[in-house]
């Protein structure tokens, strides 16, 4: 178990541009979930995977943003033509009756 | 619809003092709730869960929390922290499809000598 791993950790861009973060959930969970967690708040829901299907998506995933996780194993989040409001640490975990949280990804759009 | 939450944005305690961090949910279905800590610059990491049986649920870093389902609180509770307790805690729940959890907005933990 060699827990999940993000990548990268840190991420500055500019305002519209594009950008992509990946996410490796441990090998055997079939379940894997994307947030975002802005400074002061709690993590909030994205969107969820079950091996390669994404099952639920939230309001929070605008159309600017797509997830992806072929073959069930890891999984990319991108986001197309950000914005300032985009800046956030992006949090992904896998599992099931517990989720296992990574690093993150902290997005800085200027 | 169910939510999280935390009723102190900040506690400031002394070393070796006991802690509480309270949380209420709501929710009209069965519970499963959780308590995350995050120190900086790090993801989260689970500290406990209630899923089902005793109320009272122990953790690690001997924090325990206790499921009162009459109250809908979830409060967790350390006998005596350590400096190194200082961090960002928050209680979650699992939503009513079971994918996904709701997390409330954190408790900042400060912990002085």
């Known amino acids: 178990d060699t827990g999940v791993s993000q990548d990268p950790r840190h991420k500055i861009t500019k305002r519209g541009q594009n950008v992509t973060f990946r996410c490796d959930p441990i090998?055997?969970?079939?379940?894997l979930y994307w947030y975002r967690q802005t400074l002061g708040q709690g993590p909030e829901f994205l969107t969820y995977f079950q091996n390669e299907a994404q099952l639920e998506k939230s309001r929070l995933l605008s159309d600017r943003f797509s997830a992806e996780r072929p073959k069930g194993s890891f999984s990319t989040l991108e986001i197309q033509r950000t914005e300032q409001g985009d800046s956030a640490m992006y949090l992904c975990?896998?599992?099931?009756?517990?989720?296992?949280f990574g690093p993150g990804t902290r997005l800085t759009v200027t | 619809a169910q939510s999280v939450t935390q009723l102190d944005s900040q506690v400031p305690v002394f070393e070796e003092a006991p802690v509480e961090l309270r949380c209420n949910y709501s929710s009209s279905v069965s519970v499963y709730l959780f308590w995350y800590v995050q120190y900086p610059n790090q993801g989260l990491q689970l500290l406990l869960k209630?899923?089902?049986?005793?109320?009272l649920v122990k953790g690690i870093n001997g924090f325990e929390a206790e499921f009162n389902k009459s109250q809908t609180s979830f409060h967790l509770r350390k006998p005596s922290v350590h400096i190194s307790d200082t961090a960002e805690y928050f209680c979650?729940?699992?939503?009513?499809?079971?994918?996904?959890?709701?997390f409330g907005k954190g408790t900042t933990l400060s912990v002085s000598s």
């Open positions: 090998s055997e969970h079939n379940r």
């Open positions: 979650a729940v699992r939503n009513q499809a079971g994918t996904a959890l709701i």
């Open positions: 975990a896998s599992g099931d009756r517990r989720q296992y």
């Open positions: 209630y899923l089902s049986g005793s109320t």
